[in-house]
Every structure is written in C-alpha cells, then in structure tokens.
T-cell receptor
Framework: LAKTTQPISMDSYEGQEVNITCSHN???????ITWYQQFPSQGPRFIIQ???TKVTNEVASLFIPADRKSSTLSLPRVSLSDTAVYYC????????????FGKGTRLSVIA | DTAVSQTPKYLVTQMGNDKSIKCEQN?????MYWYKQDSKKFLKIMFS???????INETVPNRFSPKSPDKAHLNLHINSLELGDSAVYFC?????????????FGEGSRLTVL
C-alpha cells in the first residue's frame, strides 16, 4: 500500500478556501486517491475519491496532477463546522483491501 | 435510519471483565470491519469480514473475537479486558468489489477499562 504524507494540522478563518495537500510518491497504477473527514466523537465519513485530474462534488474538489504523486483536497469557503480531521488514503483497485488510515490533517476553522 | 449502528455507545468496565459490542448495517453491504482508534487518534483496522467469512485479522490478540451471524451484523466480543483496550471501536461496512474506497462508519463505541 502506498504511504501518504499530509500536514499534521492547519488553521483557517471562516469563509476562506482551504487546500490540504497529500503526498503519495509510491502510488501504483491502479490506486485511487480517497479522502475522509472525521468530526470529534464520530466515525470517518467519505468525502471524495479520484484517479486523475479533477473531481468535484457538493463537499469538495480533488485535484490530482498528471504524475499522481500528490493530490490536493480543496474545501471552498470553510465554516466552523468544517473543523475536523481529514485523511488522505490510497486505495488499491482490487476490492476488499481494508483502508489504512494515517494521522490525518487536523483542520481548525476560526471565526 | 442509521446506516451503520453500534451499541453500546459508551462502555465502562473493570479489568478482567468480558464485554461485547454489537454492529448492524442496513446498507446491504457484503463486507464489514472493526477499527480501533486509540487515545492518540490512530485508526487501525482490526478485522474484516466478507459474506460472514473472516478475511482480515490484523494481529489482534485472541481475546478479541468477532462474530458475524449474518451479512448485516458483525459483533465484537472481548475477553479479559485490559487497560490498553480502552479506545473507541468503530464498525464499518462497504460494498465488495474493485475500487470500493467508500466505507460507511458507525458512530463508534467508547470503551473505558478501569
């Protein structure tokens, strides 16, 4: 499984766009990049998944450069309720492989 | 309708006791998991079941025994509880198949061993 590296913590003011970058230098050809969000006292929640270029949904955008060795989760106009831990994972396209969570990035949104 | 539900949400017990945590999912998924999140917030896979069959056991002490009576349920029984077992235990489920990076987690069961 490809190892991921992301900042331990980030601070942001409300209304700003937040970009969290994740490095995965050893990503394999068939690996997908997946991001999860975990609020205090809750289980992780799937946010977005992508393979290359850009993926957007109602929660976030995921930017993946051509070499796929990194990815950036972009949260537009964050609010206090976006305060959470964000996990970047690399998921093999093989099914039934348990997700391996790293330390994640603790995002604190300040009023 | 809670997709993945765990009971109890909180559990406080003495060392040496035996306890169980139940998990049920109503998503029709074939694969279920137990994860442990310790005080340092590391989230680690413990077990994975597919169609009631154990497929992953990540070096968990044999005091931990998962049981899957059917595809919708995966219970965790812990014998002879130790202080180090104190953690939040999360149940999760997913579809079986390629590219399924989406797990649905329960709200967690916080176990405190005194």
């Amino acid at each position: 499984l490809a190892k991921t590296t992301q900042p331990i913590s980030m601070d942001s003011y409300e209304g700003q766009e937040v970009n969290i970058t994740c490095s995965h230098n050893n990503i394999a050809t068939n690996d997908y990049i997946t991001w999860y969000q975990q609020f205090p006292s809750q289980g992780p929640r799937f946010i977005i998944q992508g393979y290359k270029t850009k993926v957007t949904n109602e929660v976030a955008s995921l930017f993946i450069p051509a070499d796929r060795k990194s990815s950036t989760l972009s949260l537009p106009r964050v609010s206090l309720s976006d305060t959470a831990v964000y996990y970047c994972l690399v998921v093999p396209y093989s099914g039934n492989t348990p997700l391996v969570f790293g330390k994640g990035t603790r995002l604190s949104v300040i009023a | 309708d809670t997709a993945v539900s765990q009971t109890p949400k909180y559990l406080v017990t003495q060392m040496g006791n035996d306890k169980s945590i139940k998990c049920e999912q109503n998503l029709g998924h074939d694969t279920m998991y137990w994860y442990k999140q310790d005080s340092k917030k590391f989230l680690k896979i413990m077990f994975s079941y597919n169609n009631k069959e154990l497929i992953i056991n990540e070096t968990v002490p044999n005091r931990f025994s998962p049981k899957s009576p059917d595809k919708a349920h995966l219970n965790l029984h812990i014998n002879s509880l130790e202080l180090g077992d104190s953690a939040v235990y999360f149940c999760a489920s997913s579809r079986t198949g390629a590219g399924t990076g989406e797990l649905f987690f329960g709200e967690g069961s916080r176990l405190t061993v005194l």
